[in-house]
C-alpha cells in the first residue's frame, strides 16, 4: 500500500499515512481534525542493479578549487599583462 505525506495545517505536524491511491486521507491522526491536511509532494527511491559511479563531496570540493585556482591564476596573469 502506498505511503503518502500529509502537512495538518491544524497541529503543524507532519505525517506519513498509508492509503489506496484512489482514497485520500481527511482527518490528521495527531490531532483527530478534519478538512486540516494538505497532500505534501513525495520523493521515492529506485534501486537498480546497475554500478553507479559514485563520488564523494571530498572529489568534487577538490576539482571546483583546482578549477578555480586555474582561473584566477589565468585572471591575475591577464590583469598583470594589461599593466
Known amino acids: 500500500m502506498p505511503r503518502y505525506e500529509y502537512y495538518c495545517s491544524s497541529?503543524?505536524?507532519?505525517?506519513?499515512?498509508?492509503?489506496?491511491?484512489?482514497?485520500?486521507?481527511e482527518v490528521c491522526p495527531v490531532c483527530q481534525q478534519g478538512g486540516h491536511l494538505i497532500k505534501k509532494i513525495s520523493t521515492f527511491r529506485t534501486f537498480t542493479k546497475s554500478k553507479t559511479t559514485k563520488r564523494r563531496v571530498g572529489d568534487t570540493t577538490e576539482e571546483f578549487i583546482r578549477t578555480s585556482r586555474d582561473e584566477l591564476k589565468q585572471q591575475k596573469k591577464e590583469m598583470d599583462d594589461k599593466r
Open 11 to 25: 497541529c503543524k505536524k507532519d505525517t506519513i499515512i498509508q492509503h489506496l491511491s484512489t482514497e485520500s486521507a
